[in-house]
């Protein structure tokens, strides 16, 4: 199936329809990337099942690798933004800034475009890869999604035997504080400024207040490609804030560092940073946003790491991770249980596989009982028929047939 999904979008810069037809027929499955791929091609597939009905052609499952709920991260992107406008004078991180985020769920009003489009494009597609369990959960209670068009498909992180044959730097082997993550993500940027701002004072003052304990006064180094110049500016030696920006082997510093710091004010999805974290080794400090969807049986004191809602138990949770022997080997521990349980390669990879499986043996079924789906199929709906045709016609300069 990866050959041909490859050549997908390949397909569809050939104005043709005999190339057209010669790429598509023959495939089991087609996988969209994002709900914006599925907008600008699911149409090439369903006018080929359209026009070939009957001719011993079998239909081709659409499905959807969600990624995260773009819409969910928005909307939470401008609820932070729209509380730091009203709260200007108070922490950046708050209490009540992530019980509002966390408990905050998007409505589906006329005006609200990003989560009807991405909605559509979850009821157009046969099924649904998503990464994180509490998407599932959203999508199903919330906003009435079928189950049976969801599965779970995390993270591929580590399998049975590279967790055998992994050794990580021990505690005393580790120094210094990370936070990582591409600057073109806007949470990432987020968390860059509430360190500098916010955290960092607190765990440095941390430190100088128990230098007579013999404690080494310990760096923060940012990496992320792309750092934009206001985040460069914050580079700052003489406070051990150490902006180096592009890693080239992230696995290399994260491996060298003893905590990760990940104050994430909001995003969606399982976040990657902390998954590679956890797979060198390093325990992670964040927050409710942070280790949204990463908890084994929603067990906060299993996690690998510790979670903050603000930013004075942020920072006093860094300083006891990172000085404290004992607890930091709990968390790495409960970081490869975690890594075990939730991001197997072999259990994730099943699953998918079994569910792709399942959906293109009962596809008629699925279709026929999919009321949301054949609706917004129906030739009066089909917007997406005409994006699909000025998507071609902007890629391939030829004619199109709109």
Same mark, same amino acid.
């Given at each position: 199936?990866?050959?041909?999904?490859?050549?997908?979008?390949?397909?569809?810069?050939?104005?043709?329809?005999?190339?057209?037809?010669?790429?598509?027929?023959?495939?089991?499955?087609?996988?969209?990337?994002?709900?914006?791929?599925?907008?600008?091609?699911?149409?090439?597939?369903?006018?080929?099942?359209?026009?070939?009905?009957?001719?011993?052609?079998?239909?081709?499952?659409?499905?959807?690798?969600?990624?995260?709920?773009?819409?969910?991260?928005?909307?939470?992107?401008?609820?932070?933004?729209?509380?730091?406008?009203?709260?200007?004078?108070?922490?950046?991180?708050?209490?009540?800034?992530?019980?509002?985020?966390?408990?905050?769920?998007?409505?589906?009003?006329?005006?609200?475009?990003?989560?009807?489009?991405?909605?559509?494009?979850?009821?157009?597609?046969?099924?649904?890869?998503?990464?994180?369990?509490?998407?599932?959960?959203?999508?199903?209670?919330?906003?009435?999604?079928?189950?049976?068009?969801?599965?779970?498909?995390?993270?591929?992180?580590?399998?049975?035997?590279? %967790?055998?044959?992994?050794?990580?730097?021990?505690?005393?082997?580790?120094?210094?504080?990370?936070?990582?993550?591409?600057?073109?993500?806007?949470?990432?940027?987020?968390?860059?400024?509430?360190?500098?701002?916010?955290?960092?004072?607190?765990?440095?003052?941390?430190?100088?207040?128990?230098?007579?304990?013999?404690?080494?006064?310990?760096?923060?180094?940012?990496?992320?490609?792309?750092?934009?110049?206001?985040?460069?500016?914050?580079?700052?030696?003489?406070?051990?804030?150490?902006?180096?920006?592009?890693?080239?082997?992230?696995?290399?510093?994260?491996?060298?560092?003893?905590?990760?710091?990940?104050?994430?004010?909001?995003?969606?999805?399982?976040?990657?940073?902390?998954?590679?974290?956890?797979?060198?080794?390093?325990?992670?400090?964040?927050?409710?946003?942070?280790?949204?969807?990463?908890?084994?049986?929603?067990?906060?004191?299993?996690?690998?790491?510790?979670?903050?809602?603000?930013?004075?138990?942020?920072?006093?949770?860094?300083?006891?991770?990172?000085?404290? %022997?004992?607890?930091?080997?709990?968390?790495?521990?409960?970081?490869?249980?975690?890594?075990?349980?939730?991001?197997?390669?072999?259990?994730?990879?099943?699953?998918?596989?079994?569910?792709?499986?399942?959906?293109?043996?009962?596809?008629? %079924?699925?279709?026929?009982?999919?009321?949301?789906?054949?609706?917004?199929?129906?030739?009066?709906?089909?917007?997406?028929?005409?994006?699909?045709?000025?998507?071609?016609?902007?890629?391939?300069?030829?004619?199109?047939?709109?």
């Amino acid at each position: 199936i990866m050959k041909d999904i490859l050549s997908c979008e390949r397909m569809i810069d050939d104005n043709t329809i005999a190339s057209k037809e010669k790429r598509i027929t023959g495939l089991s499955a087609v996988i969209f990337d994002r709900y914006f791929a599925e907008e600008a091609y699911s149409f090439h597939f369903f006018q080929h099942e359209t026009e070939n009905h009957g001719e011993n052609s079998r239909p081709i499952l659409r499905v959807l690798d969600l990624q995260d709920i773009h819409f969910l991260r928005k909307h939470r992107q401008e609820l932070v933004s729209s509380w730091d406008k009203h709260n200007c004078e108070g922490p950046m991180l708050s209490e009540d800034l992530m019980e509002k985020v966390v408990s905050f769920t998007p409505k589906s009003s006329s005006n609200n475009s990003s989560l009807l489009r991405e909605l559509a494009s979850i009821h157009r597609s046969d099924l649904v890869l998503v990464c994180s369990p509490f998407e599932v959960e959203l999508l199903v209670n919330e906003y009435k999604i079928d189950p049976k068009k969801l599965v779970l498909a995390s993270f591929f992180a580590i399998s049975s035997a590279e %967790e055998k044959s992994t050794t990580h730097k021990t505690y005393n082997e580790r120094s210094d504080f990370i936070c990582v993550g591409g600057f073109k993500h806007p949470p990432n940027i987020d968390q860059v400024q509430v360190l500098k701002h916010e955290i960092w004072p607190q765990i440095r003052q941390n430190f100088l207040n128990e230098s007579k304990n013999g404690f080494n006064l310990p760096s923060l180094y940012i990496y992320g490609s792309y750092p934009p110049t206001h985040i460069s500016k914050l580079h700052s030696p003489k406070d051990g804030f150490i902006v180096k920006g592009f890693a080239a082997d992230i696995d290399q510093v994260l491996n060298d560092a003893r905590v990760l710091l990940a104050p994430i004010r909001f995003g969606a999805g399982i976040k990657g940073k902390i998954v590679d974290a956890f797979r060198c080794g390093c325990p992670a400090v964040t927050t409710p946003i942070g280790s949204e969807g990463m908890l084994v049986n929603n067990d906060v004191s299993s996690w690998g790491g510790l979670i903050a809602s603000n930013s004075r138990d942020f920072s006093q949770k860094a300083f006891q991770l990172y000085t404290n %022997e004992e607890k930091w080997n709990d968390c790495h521990r409960n970081s490869q249980h975690v890594l075990e349980s939730l991001y197997s390669k072999e259990k994730n990879l099943d699953q998918i596989q079994s569910a792709i499986d399942d959906a293109i043996l009962s596809l008629h %079924e699925r279709r026929d009982d999919d009321h949301v789906s054949n609706i917004l199929w129906h030739q009066s709906m089909r917007s997406t028929e005409y994006f699909s045709k000025w998507i071609q016609l902007k890629e391939t300069g030829q004619s199109s047939d709109l």
